[in-house]
Nanobody, 114 residues
Framework: QVQLVESGGGLVQAGGSLRLSCAASRSIFSFDAMGWYRQAPGKQRELVATMSHGGNTNYAGSVRGRFGISRDNAKNTVYLQMDMLKPEDTAVYYC????????WGRGTQVTVSS
């Protein structure tokens, strides 16, 4: 069973930065892709950023240019660097990995105050 554990969320003022981490229980290189999704209250879960096995990245239009996804294979960890945060970025952020099955972490809360 794969475990994904997110960390790094918190409360930050608009314009600030946070870096989220997702630690996997096995080599992240074994997955076809990993990524970050978020869910705000009353809204559906949405894609934020993904990175394929080969390193190709994809971003939601609302975060492109402000957020960056990266990985450290040696640490089995994927990161989401979030800069120029806005109140509308407030959500629970979930780590995702897929290899035939889809795996989710429990999420970490990000709150951006105006």
């Amino acid at each position: 069973q794969v475990q994904l554990v997110e960390s790094g969320g918190g409360l930050v003022q608009a314009g600030g930065s946070l870096r989220l981490s997702c630690a996997a229980s096995r080599s992240i290189f074994s997955f076809d892709a990993m990524g970050w999704y978020r869910q705000a209250p009353g809204k559906q879960r949405e894609l934020v950023a993904t990175m394929s096995h080969g390193g190709n990245t994809n971003y939601a239009g609302s975060v492109r240019g402000r957020f960056g996804i990266s990985r450290d294979n040696a640490k089995n960890t994927v990161y989401l660097q979030m800069d120029m945060l806005k109140p509308e970025d407030t959500a629970v952020y979930y780590c995702n990995a897929n290899k035939i099955n889809v795996y989710w972490g429990r999420g970490t809360q990000v709150t951006v105050s105006s």
